[in-house]
T-cell receptor
Framework: GAGVSQSPSNKVTEKGKDVELRCDPI?????LYWYRQSLGQGLEFLIY????????KSGLPSDRFSAERTGGSVSTLTIQRTQQEDSAVYLC?????????????FGDGTRLSIL | DAKTTQPPSMDCAEGRAANLPCNHS???????VYWYRQIHSQGPQYIIH???NNETNEMASLIITEDRKSSTLILPHATLRDTAVYYC??????????????FGQGTELSVKP
């Protein structure tokens, strides 16, 4: 079946511009997560959506980062006034529910480069 | 979430079993052990998870010690395509408590011909 889909796969933009990254989760998955992976670094949690509950935004690094999930499906991660340190691979994952026993399945990410 | 300790790198001969260890000595009774792997330029791939009992699926086996302080991921017949970074993660089991995965540095497995 279809996995998690992310677009674009690559994005190059100038410092100071805003960017939007899209995630289409696996159909029927109620939980959705965003992570990022900087060059040579591990995966860092950003934000988590579960059903109609308030999202867990504890991993967002600054107020330039925001995310929304419309209709309980597609999610968009927005970075405003991008900085060079925002360059990273942004990964989206989804799971059947928020329980710890439900594995998260990842997309292949959006590689963001800030010039 | 409990922390995990893994060797930074391991080698394995093609066709042999790859046994990847993980220590999680501070694991709580309600935390699962998860294994993921990441092949270059791809997102992490889920492999297997378990709570107390050993588990097996089409990809691998997970052996958890009785005291749950360590586990081993077994790839029974490693191929060159199994070359990847393998992550061992512990994760809270409760509903709406098990959100984020905390990734460490993992083990870089190199399968050699």
């Amino acid at each position: 079946g279809a996995g998690v889909s992310q677009s674009p796969s690559n994005k190059v933009t100038e410092k100071g511009k805003d960017v939007e990254l899209r995630c289409d989760p696996i159909s029927g998955h109620t939980a959705l997560y965003w992570y990022r992976q900087s060059l040579g670094q591990g995966l860092e949690f950003l934000i988590y959506f579960q059903g109609n509950s308030a999202p867990d935004k504890s991993g967002l690094p600054s107020d330039r980062f925001s995310a929304e999930r419309t209709g309980g499906s597609v999610s968009t991660l927005t970075i405003q006034r991008t900085q060079q340190e925002d360059s990273a691979v942004y990964l989206c994952a989804s799971s059947l529910g928020g329980q710890g026993g439900q594995p998260q399945h990842f997309g292949d990410g959006t590689r963001l480069s800030i010039l | 979430d409990a922390k995990t300790t893994q060797p930074p790198s391991m080698d394995c001969a093609e066709g042999r079993a790859a046994n990847l260890p993980c220590n999680h000595s501070t694991i709580s009774g309600n935390e699962y052990v998860y294994w993921y792997r990441q092949i270059h330029s791809q997102g992490p791939q889920y492999i297997i998870h378990g709570l107390k009992n050993n588990e097996t699926n089409e990809m691998a086996s997970l052996i958890i010690t009785e005291d749950r302080k360590s586990s081993t991921l077994i790839l029974p017949h490693a191929t060159l395509r199994d070359t990847a970074v393998y992550y061992c993660i512990v994760r809270v089991a409760g509903y709406n408590q098990g959100g984020k995965l905390i990734f460490g540095q993992g083990t870089e497995l190199s399968v050699k011909p």
